[in-house]
Every structure is written in structure tokens, then in C-alpha cells.
T-cell receptor, first 114, second 115 residues
């Protein structure tokens, strides 16, 4: 069965700190996709990244970076020099295989204090 | 840009009422999805549709039905609302019928309270 675990329920940091959000997944499929979404207080899920299982290169987009490691089944998300606007719930998700459904983790609430 | 809209941001209904949640996407996407989001549970799939008049049950379809009469519109129906259906409801869409692994684009959500 497919599963996504975000063990960190809540994280609180002070502005300008770096923060890493953990995501561990389980799947028996060889082809799958991993996603990160951001949900600010307004409620809408904002797509951040999609990565397929054959691409283990790390990705950097401005202050955001993602570390994909198949050996540990992890797809961690790091925000560098956090800002108050980064405060949100962040979801990691997995898709692929026979069901093709998008399986979400339970989310991590990030609070960035000024 | 993909635009997914939902008819209401906040909705308050009474137990036993029939409730309609509407979702519209403007990018000619084939697949549409309804999720509910509850604290500590993440997002759970209720129903999805890969074509007009087609629907498939997700993980928690009990107490819900759906309707897709037009490609751009996907409605979630609570036939007789109950208090345990108080939740945030999110609609999403993806472009290609055969590729559920495409990025899902979400609407702003409807926060439903059933009294």
C-alpha cells in the first residue's frame, strides 16, 4: 500500500532561520511521482513541485529546495531564510502505480515568527 | 494559468439538508476530484470524474454523490447533511484522462459547517 508520512505536525521558527520539512513515503511501484503543496491560511492548495521517481537530482527554486533520496524513501523540503509569508501548512503527496491516486501526508504546520 | 473556482468559501447548513458544492475549471481539464480535509487526516478523496457523466468512488464516498453534466463543472452533493460532514472541501482538476499523476490544481476550498 502507498503511504506518506509527515512526522512533524507543527514547526515554529524565527524569521531568517532555515527549516526542513520531512516527508517519508512507502510504495512498491518503480514509477511514481512526489509532490509538495503549500496551503496558506486562505485555504487554497498551491502546487510547489512535482518530481518523478527516476529523477533524483535535487531541485532549487529561490529559497526553496528539495532533497529526493530513494535509498531512504524521503523527499524533504527546505526553506532557506524563512519569511513570515512562508507560514502555512505544507503537504507532501505521492501518486503512481495501479491506483494512480494522489495520497497525501497529514501536513506540517509551519509558523514563522517575525 | 489554471483556474479552479468553488461556489462558496463558507457554508453553514442544518442537519438533514441537501447540500450542493459546485466546482468549475476553465482549462478544459478532463479529470476532476473532490477531497475533504480534516485536521490530522490530510486530504482524503471522496469522488473523481474522468469524463462527462463518468464518476468513480474515492476512499470515502459514503454520504456523498457527484454530478458532472458538463466538462468544466463537477458538483458534490450531500443528500442529507450530517454533523460529521463538517469539513473543508477541496476540488481539483488535471488535464489528461489517462494521467492521474499529473499535477492537480486546486480550488480555494469550501468550509462547510453542519449544525
Amino acid at each position: 500500500a502507498q503511504k506518506v508520512t509527515q512526522a512533524q505536525t507543527e514547526i515554529s521558527v524565527v524569521e531568517k532561520e532555515d527549516v526542513t520539512l520531512d516527508c517519508v513515503y512507502e510504495t512498491r511501484d518503480t514509477t511514481y511521482y512526489l509532490f509538495w503543496y503549500k496551503q496558506p491560511p486562505s485555504g487554497e492548495l498551491v502546487f510547489l513541485i512535482r518530481r518523478n521517481s527516476f529523477d533524483e537530482q535535487n531541485e532549487i527554486s529561490g529559497r526553496y529546495s528539495w532533497n529526493f533520496q530513494k535509498s531512504t524513501s524521503s523527499f524533504n523540503f527546505t526553506i532557506t531564510a524563512s519569511q513570515v509569508v512562508d507560514s502555512a501548512v505544507y503537504f507532501c503527496a505521492l501518486s503512481g502505480g495501479a491506483t494512480n491516486k494522489l495520497i497525501f501526508g497529514t501536513g506540517t504546520l509551519l509558523a514563522v515568527q517575525p | 494559468d489554471v483556474k479552479v473556482t468553488q461556489s462558496s468559501r463558507y457554508l453553514v447548513k442544518r442537519t438533514g439538508e441537501k447540500v450542493f458544492l459546485e466546482c468549475v475549471q476553465d482549462m478544459d481539464h478532463e479529470n476532476m476530484f473532490w477531497y475533504r480535509q480534516d485536521p490530522g487526516l490530510g486530504l482524503r478523496l471522496i469522488y473523481f470524474s474522468y469524463d462527462v457523466k463518468m464518476k468513480e468512488k474515492g476512499d470515502i464516498p459514503e454520504g456523498y454523490s457527484v454530478s458532472r453534466e458538463k466538462k468544466e463543472r463537477f458538483s458534490l452533493i450531500l443528500e442529507s447533511a450530517s454533523t460529521n460532514q463538517t469539513s473543508m472541501y477541496l476540488c481539483a482538476s488535471t488535464p489528461d484522462r489517462d494521467h492521474f499523476t499529473d499535477t492537480q490544481y486546486f480550488g480555494p476550498g469550501t468550509r462547510l459547517t453542519v449544525l
